[in-house]
Structures are given as C-alpha cells and as structure tokens.
DNA sequence: ACAAAAGTGTTAAGGCTACACCCATGA
DNA sequence: TCATGGGTGTAGCCTTAACACTTTTGT
C-alpha cells in the first residue's frame, strides 16, 4: 500500500523519559539501544518510543511502542511537550511528542532482561542520541517540580513505604539533601498512614501510603 | 510534485492562542474565520494556526501563517503542548502544536481591518471551530499561571504603564478583583519606574516598565 | 550496652492577607 | 471644593528554614 501526498509530510513520533527506581533506590532512565546499522545513532541509546500509528491517541501509541520495544506497562505518563526542530533527525523531518513517564520498582526489577532496553542510573548514563538529552532535560524538571506540589512520586514508589524510603526518594530526584522534619512537615498532606508497620534491624517504621 | 510513503503520515499543524488587551482594556483573542466552504467547520471561529513547512521550525511556522493570516508579528510565544487525538480534525489525523502567543496594544488595534481576523472579547467568543476550546483553556491557564511570578504580561502591555493599569489587566486576565496596596507589593520586583508620570484629569501616576 | 534508624518541637524570619485613609490634580 | 484615581503602612497569621535529642528495636 502506498501513500500519496502533493505536500511532504513530516513523521510524528512519541518518545518517553521513564524513570523508576532501580537498587538502593537510585533514580534510573529507561534506555532502548539503536539497533539498524543503517539508521542514524546506530548502536547508540535513546529513549524508549516510536512512529504513531494513524488511529491511537498519543498516549495510546506510547504505550504501544514502550510494550512492544521494552515490554513495560505505563502506569503514569504526562505530556512534556513537542521537539520539532528541523534538523533533529538526519533522517529527515521528524517531530517527536515527548512525555514523562514513571514506574513501580517492580518493573525496574523485570526490565533488565532484555538486550535492548536497559536502566541506567541517571549519574551513570551514556549519550543520548537525537535531542534526547534536552528531552530529558525536561522531563527531569518536570518530576522535579510537580514533587513537593503533588504525588507525583506515587507511580515510583511501592504501594506502602516509610518516610525514610520516601525522604530517600525525594532527595535523590532533587539532588540535595532534606531537612528530615521539614520534609515530614511537607509532604504530610500528600500521604497518609497505612496502620502496618515495617519490621528489620532498628526500630519498625510507620508504613505510609499516598492518600 | 508527489510524495508518496509506504505508510500513512498525519499531519502537523501549529496554532496560536494569540491573546491582546483590546479598547477599555479588555481581554482579547485573535480568532480567523474559516473560509473554504468545503472544509470541516465553515464559516466558523478558529485559533490562527496552519500546517508546517518541512523546513521551518515549529516558531517558524508560527509565526509565517500569523503573518500570512492576520499580518500580525508575534513579539512572544510559548509552546502550550501538541493536541492529537485521531478525530479531532474530521478531515484525517491532523496533530497540531499549540503555543501561547501575547501581544501589545498597538497590534490589537491594527488587526481589526482584516474581515477573516478578529479580536474577540474572551467574554463573548463565538462557538471554536476542532478542538479550539480546550486548547483555548490550555493558554488561558498558562498566562495566568505565569502572571505573578514571571513578567510574562510584558508583551501585552505598552513599553510604560502605571500600576493602575497594570492592575486592571492582571485583574482581567485573573478574572477577579485584587487588593490594590497587596498588588504592588507582589508585581514591585518585575517592575521597575521609568522616572516618568502620565498627566491626566487626576493624580499623576508614576509610569513602570518591566524589569 | 550499643549501633542504627525512627521519630519529634521550637524559634525566628519572611511572606501573605485584610483593611482605611491621605494626596495630587483638573474641572 | 469636589470628584477622581494615585499612593501608602500595619497587624495577624501562616509558612518556611534551621537546628539536636530521645525512642525503639535487633544484636
């Protein structure tokens, strides 16, 4: 099948910055590698995503193509915004909508398998082909932003955890260390109680969840 | 000249909402009336906006089908975020990138020969044509947004203005009233005086411009 | 008993809100 | 002198940041 247009047309991809928390809880990227020796970036890492088919939302494809070339399920994504410069696919013009996405520890865990997709920690990375380093960039700011506003950090994060793990969390995302009782104070309104309670070496911490 | 692909391709398109302050100080947005009697939502309202050409930054683009549709120059613009469902242009995938765009007075007044572009009062905008609606509130959202903590009204205003007049556009924009000793506290550090005063039939004010 | 992480209060400073009166000018 | 918009200060409240010690548990 053929497609005929008197007008070139430009491609519309979706690209995703997933994070999730690997071990020790460092905050990690979700990175596919380039695998046509003839495409551009051949061998490199990028984001996760892929052309859009004709009849899916865009959140819609984006979690097709993170199914298809990673094996995940999203369970959180958010528009970042469109990446259209000329110029930033040799390949031609091509113009990426990108989103942040964010998922459990568990699928962390499970996506190292494949060959082809990996997490990296997001201090150890390599270079991002495209323009995904500004991609990232953005989206990174936007986890930053939306966490003391909002739960935003639920999608990373266990069903149930203490304070500790979660002040953990959030000093990692934001690079800085944080006041242990102001940060209680802060995010006191973002998460509730779950009545269990964490048993291991020291003394059992209160289990929380986001409200 | 032909273009033909092994698959489909959507199209892309940039809009703008192009909000000004209009006579009295009012709210406006930059409307073009459709025109073809063969496209989808004839003789309606819609954003200014148009398909990209393959070489043309996303701003670029933006601002050549402002010029072309309404002879406007857009001295500011910000990318809101690409609007794609499949379905919301009836004539086939369409995904558009949706910016806000500001501009001064004296534009506002000079658009208003074009019979196909039009200034509306935000209070009394005729039905939008596609999806227009929801992107309207995207902009909307985003100026408000950026108001007390960023100079962002800049473009809308004239090069100098006194605090009265600052005050009733954010308080347009804002849609309620502000408390006027509370207001210039807040807008003090975007603005700085010029060392000029407006003579008028009351109290001359002291005349601001942004920082 | 000790090591390790959990948990907790107070103070000082700055920002926000609410609120009412005097000022400068032209007519 | 009056009408009109321009201009100003303060008190109460809330939020934020800085800061150190006690508690609970397992070993």
Redesign the interface.
């Known amino acids: 099948?053929?497609?005929?247009?008197?007008?070139?047309?430009?491609?519309?991809t979706v690209d995703a910055v997933v994070f999730g928390l690997g071990v020790e809880g460092v905050l990690s990227l979700l990175l596919v590698r380039r695998g046509r020796p003839k495409e551009p970036f051949f061998d490199h890492w990028a984001l996760p995503g892929g052309?859009?088919d004709?009849?899916?939302?865009?959140e819609g494809s984006l979690l097709r193509e993170l199914r298809e070339e990673t094996g995940l399920i999203l369970p959180y994504m958010e528009?970042l915004?469109?990446f259209?410069?000329?110029g930033r696919d040799p390949r031609?013009?091509v113009?990426t909508?990108a989103y942040l996405a964010l998922v459990p520890p568990a699928a962390v865990k499970g996506g190292d398998d494949a060959a082809e997709a990996r997490w990296f920690p997001l201090q150890a990375l390599p270079p991002l082909a495209f323009d995904h380093a500004a991609i990232l960039e953005a989206g990174l700011a936007r986890l930053r932003a939306g966490l003391m506003v909002s739960p935003i950090a639920r999608p990373l994060l266990p069903e149930s955890f203490s304070l500790g793990d979660l002040q953990r969390v959030y000093s990692a995302i934001l690079d800085q260390p944080l006041d242990k009782r102001n940060f209680r104070r802060r995010i006191n309104d973002l998460v509730e109680p779950t009545g269990e309670r964490r048993e291991g070496k020291h003394r059992p911490a209160i289990l929380y969840r986001f409200r």
Chains 1, 2 share one sequence.
């Open positions: 099948m053929k497609y005929t247009y008197s007008f070139p047309k430009a491609d519309v052309f859009i004709m009849d899916e939302t865009l528009q915004g469109a259209g410069d000329p031609g013009r113009i909508i």
